[in-house]
């Protein structure tokens, strides 16, 4: 069963709008998640990372959320550019140590056209 | 920079054939792990290694070995190749016993087996 369910699974944005992309877990326990960008034929790079059980981070342009007693979070993109077309990937990890899994997402497939 | 290195990048193999995906890693991590991505499925675990020596079976590890002969070098083994293991496999490096367990990825091997 998947454990990691993101949404929507695509999204076409104009150049400017804001966007936001949500994840929902049943990961448990919930060490920490993180967020990454997949540029089509690329790696994963991670854009942020949450922790607490109410947490907030900003980069830049991204901004996400974290509420572990809902299991859920979101991913912000704040003035979307061209090259923020890409799949946004959520990971849950199960532990803090190497004794962890990673959990892992479909992905969001974010278009953005000018 | 945290660097990890896959080869080679794209590959076509034969049924029946034995193929060796590598990879290296310059971040001195302990933990390297190895995934592959389908199309409408996160990334699935196959192997993974917590140190030179070590291979661990992940969550879909029938039909691959692994081999980490060194700190650096993470290798994964398809003795006996089948259409079902055409993929895009990502091999990944990660820090062991922090709060927030950090990993990096290669660009990814796109295998096709014919």
């Known amino acids: 069963k998947t454990q990691v369910e993101q949404s929507p699974q695509s999204l076409v944005v104009r150049q400017g709008e804001n966007c936001v992309l949500q994840?929902?877990?049943?990961?448990?326990?919930?060490?920490?998640l993180r967020w990454f960008k997949q540029d089509t034929g690329k790696g994963l790079v991670s854009l942020t990372v949450?922790?607490?059980?109410?947490d907030k981070t900003s980069n830049g342009r991204y901004s996400a959320t974290l509420d572990k007693d809902a299991k859920h979070s979101t991913l912000h993109i704040t003035a979307t550019l061209l090259d923020d077309t890409a799949t946004y990937i959520c990971?849950?990890?199960?532990?803090?140590?190497?004794?962890?899994?990673?959990?892992f997402g479909a992905g969001t497939q974010l278009i953005v056209i000018p | 920079e945290a660097a990890v290195t896959q080869s080679p990048r794209n590959k076509v193999a034969v049924t029946g054939g034995k193929v060796t995906l590598s990879c290296n890693q310059t971040?001195?991590?302990?933990?390297m792990y190895w995934y592959r991505q389908d199309t409408g499925h996160g990334l699935r675990l196959i192997h993974y290694?917590?140190?030179?020596?070590?291979?661990e079976k992940g969550d879909i590890p029938d039909g691959y070995k692994a081999s980490r002969p060194s700190q650096e070098n993470f290798s994964l083994i398809l003795e006996l190749a089948t259409p079902s293991q055409t993929s895009v496999y990502f091999c990944?490096?990660?820090?062991?016993?922090?709060?927030?367990?950090?990993?990096?990825f290669g660009k990814g091997t796109r295998l096709t087996v014919v």
């Open positions: 990944a490096s990660g820090v062991t016993g922090t709060a927030n367990t950090e990993v990096f």
């Open positions: 994840c929902n877990y049943s990961v448990t326990p919930d060490n920490h």
């Open positions: 949450l922790v607490d059980q109410k």
């Open positions: 990971v849950v990890g199960d532990r803090g140590s190497a004794l962890g899994r990673l959990h």
């Open positions: 971040n001195n991590h302990n933990n």
């Open positions: 290694s917590y140190g030179a020596g070590s291979t």
